[in-house]
């Protein structure tokens, strides 16, 4: 493990940009460090997904201290690399969550670096709900394929083979 965030104080996803050019980031800060990486938009959706399910099973309580603002990706985002693979998982002696992260990276290129962040279940609920509502913030859906459609609510949809452009 090349990092290891014991016990980090700030756990968030974001993004820079706007909807339709954004990157996305995970981002975690302790007391000596902040560290940053790139993510692509379904791994911060599936995280968020994801740590809501495992709290469901260990805790109800809804995230009751989270704040827009407190969850904000600090900067400097510099990106210590960007995430080709993470996982999830719940230390049951513990009740923390562990997330580790691997570097994408191209077959012949070597080994993946890689990162472990262990964080409470307050911390879990904050970025669980946090990573919803960036989720959220992005363009509208299409209600018939669930890609997404322009700002205007418009887009070529596969589901009406390319003929013509749907519309609201």
Same mark, same amino acid.
């Given at each position: 493990?090349?990092?290891?965030?014991?016990?980090?104080?700030?756990?968030?996803?974001?993004?820079?940009?706007?909807?339709?050019?954004?990157?996305?980031?995970?981002?975690?800060?302790?007391?000596?460090?902040?560290?940053?990486?790139?993510?692509?938009?379904?791994?911060?959706?599936?995280?968020?997904?994801?740590?809501?399910?495992?709290?469901?099973?260990?805790?109800?309580?809804?995230?009751?201290?989270?704040?827009?603002?407190?969850?904000?990706?600090?900067?400097?985002?510099?990106?210590?690399?960007?995430?080709?693979?993470?996982?999830?998982?719940?230390?049951?002696?513990?009740?923390? /969550?562990? &997330? %580790?992260? @691997?570097?994408?990276? #191209?077959?012949? *290129?070597? !080994?993946?670096?890689?990162?472990?962040?262990? /964080?409470? &279940? %307050?911390? @879990?609920?904050?970025? #669980?709900?946090? *990573?919803? !509502?960036?989720?959220?913030?992005?363009?509208?859906?299409?209600?018939?394929?669930?890609?997404?459609?322009?700002?205007?609510?418009?887009?070529?949809?596969?589901?009406?083979?390319?003929?013509?452009?749907?519309?609201?």
């Amino acid at each position: 493990m090349e990092l290891e965030l014991q016990d980090p104080h700030h756990v968030t996803a974001g993004f820079l940009g706007v909807p339709g050019d954004r990157t996305f980031f995970l981002q975690a800060e302790d007391t000596s460090q902040l560290v940053s990486w790139q993510v692509e938009k379904v791994q911060v959706e599936g995280l968020g997904e994801l740590l809501a399910q495992l709290l469901t099973r260990v805790d109800d309580a809804p995230a009751t201290d989270w704040d827009r603002d407190a969850m904000a990706l600090r900067p400097p985002v510099e990106p210590a690399w960007r995430v080709g693979e993470l996982s999830l998982g719940l230390d049951p002696e513990s009740s923390r /969550f562990v &997330l %580790d992260l @691997a570097e994408l990276v #191209a077959e012949d *290129a070597g !080994e993946p670096r890689q990162a472990r962040i262990w /964080f409470e &279940l %307050d911390p @879990a609920r904050r970025l #669980a709900a946090h *990573a919803s !509502e960036v989720i959220g913030q992005g363009r509208p859906r299409c209600e018939l394929c669930g890609r997404p459609t322009d700002a205007d609510g418009t887009h070529v949809c596969p589901s009406t083979n390319g003929h013509g452009r749907l519309s609201r």
